[in-house]
């Protein structure tokens, strides 16, 4: 009994000194993260195109102004923010109502608007066309005041 005592013993002194062998040797590579050598970067965004000044924008005008910019907006009972998409649709966020979505399309001297319907509007909106102009800071198109962020 006294000898298979010694012998556990001796086999665990044994397979602690393999153990601190192992975590001492350097047979694995070093896992740390690489850092890089040059710190990664994104191009600036170029700058936001001037607002036209006008009273007759062309289309081109108004799609330039709108296309992939975000503005805030107020009109008499609503106010939020809204981005403008090349692809004719646009994003909106209403104080006090939520998010929403819809489509728009720029013809000479008007803005057309159409909402999809949402919990808040749940039957949308039609297309409605109004006049928009430009001073130069802001779009107003109709009662809807526009002005870029």
């Known amino acids: 009994m006294r000898f298979a005592r010694g012998l556990s013993g001796l086999m665990l002194a044994g397979a602690a000194l393999a153990l601190a062998a192992c975590a001492s040797s350097k047979s694995t590579p070093d896992l740390a993260p690489a850092t890089p050598t040059a ?10 195109a001037p607002l036209p000044v006008g009273t007759s924008l062309s289309a081109g005008d108004i799609s330039r102004a709108l ?32 998010t929403g979505t819809g489509i728009w399309q720029a013809s ?6 159409a909402r999809n319907p949402t919990g808040f509007l749940p039957k949308g909106t039609p297309s409605v066309c109004n006049p928009i102009t430009s001073d130069g800071s802001k779009l107003t198109a109709g009662a809807l005041q526009l002005i870029p962020l």
Do not use: Q
């Open 39 to 48: 710190p990664i970067s994104s191009a600036p965004a170029a700058p936001a």
């Open 67 to 98: 296309s992939e910019r975000k503005f805030t907006y107020a009109a008499p009972g609503r106010k939020g923010t809204v981005t403008f998409f090349n692809d004719g649709t646009f994003e909106y966020d209403e104080a006090g109502k939520g």
């Open 108 to 113: 000479n001297g008007k803005l057309c608007e």
